[in-house]
């Protein structure tokens, strides 16, 4: 085979195995989606949007979920002082697995005005996969503790889901079961990269450089290779 000819299979060859690379990455979506809550307050019912975004992290065998909130929602007719409201949620699980995920968080850190639209802190709770395949995490119900009172906030446009994660169920577990799992989310399997569609794409990029660099010092050596028996000729 001429030297040419040997160059372009090289190159060939890495092409294919950075495409092999790229079909391979795990499937992860995340969306900000809008939320339509109806609110059951002490002094009635209120309603409000926020854009829900929910973000998955590996932990040990199952996944740190964070919820977020963009916008506040509810309101109170009296100041909130600093650590007077409690938040809580859940999150829908939906697709090859079923059930919901619990997620709390801290109470508010600062004090809230009266009929100022209540911002709502980072929940974040674990899930752990009963079963394999691509599941769906939507927002559901959330809930607001507050001067002895409770508030239920219950999403009335059936948003979509806010993230799409492609699991693997832990070993021994079978079935579509519901996970449900409540706290502050502690990662005891330490902090692993965020699931998110933009670390996918660092990570391809990282494997698709070391394709390549791998077929540039193919094609050195192949050329270092031919000048050497040109020079014993």
């Given at each position: 085979?001429?030297?040419?000819k040997?160059?372009?299979?090289?190159?060939?060859v890495?092409?294919?195995?950075?495409?092999?690379?790229?079909?391979?990455?795990?499937?992860?979506?995340?969306?900000?989606?809008?939320?339509?809550?109806?609110?059951?307050?002490?002094?009635?019912?209120?309603?409000?949007?926020?854009?829900?975004?929910?973000?998955?992290?590996?932990?040990?065998?199952?996944?740190?979920?964070?919820?977020?909130?963009?916008?506040?929602?509810?309101?109170?007719?009296?100041?909130?002082?600093?650590?007077?409201?409690?938040?809580?949620?859940?999150?829908?699980?939906?697709?090859?697995?079923?059930?919901?995920?619990?997620?709390?968080?801290?109470?508010?850190?600062?004090?809230?005005?009266?009929?100022?639209?209540?911002?709502?802190?980072?929940?974040?709770?674990t899930?752990?996969?009963?079963?394999?395949?691509?599941?769906?995490?939507?927002?559901?119900?959330?809930?607001?503790?507050?001067?002895?009172?409770?508030?239920?906030?219950?999403?009335?446009?059936?948003?979509?889901?806010?993230?799409?994660?492609?699991?693997?169920?832990?070993?021994?577990s079978?079935?579509?079961?519901?996970?449900?799992?409540?706290?502050?989310?502690?990662?005891?399997?330490?902090?692993?990269?965020?699931?998110?569609?933009?670390?996918?794409?660092i990570?391809?990029?990282?494997?698709?450089?070391?394709?390549?660099?791998?077929?540039?010092?193919?094609?050195?050596?192949?050329?270092r290779?031919?000048?050497t028996?040109?020079?014993?000729?």
């Open positions: 085979m001429s030297y040419q040997r160059t372009a299979a090289l190159a060939s890495a092409a294919l195995a950075g495409s092999a690379v790229f079909m391979a990455a795990p499937a992860a979506r995340a969306d900000v989606v809008d939320v339509n809550y109806k609110c059951q307050t002490p002094i009635g019912v209120k309603t409000a949007v926020s854009p829900i975004d929910i973000k998955g992290v590996k932990s040990g065998s199952g996944y740190k979920l964070t919820m977020s909130w963009q916008k506040g929602v509810s309101s109170s007719p009296v100041e909130l002082g600093k650590g007077a409201m409690s938040p809580s949620a859940t999150i829908k699980v939906g697709g090859a697995d079923s059930g919901t995920v619990s997620v709390s968080g801290p109470a508010n850190a600062a004090a809230i005005p009266a009929n100022t639209p209540i911002k709502i802190n980072d929940l974040t709770g899930y752990t996969p009963k079963a394999s395949g691509k599941v769906t995490f939507t927002a559901a119900v959330l809930t607001i503790k507050a001067l002895g009172t409770t508030t239920t906030c219950t999403p009335t446009n059936s948003p979509g889901p806010s993230l799409t994660l492609d699991v693997t169920a832990a070993s021994g079978s079935g579509s079961t519901g996970s449900s799992s409540s706290g502050t989310g502690t990662d005891s399997g330490g902090t692993l990269p965020k699931t998110g569609p933009d670390d996918s794409v990570a391809l990029g990282t494997l698709g450089g070391t394709v390549l660099l791998a077929g540039a010092a193919g094609t050195l050596w192949l050329t290779r031919n000048q028996a040109r020079a014993r000729r």
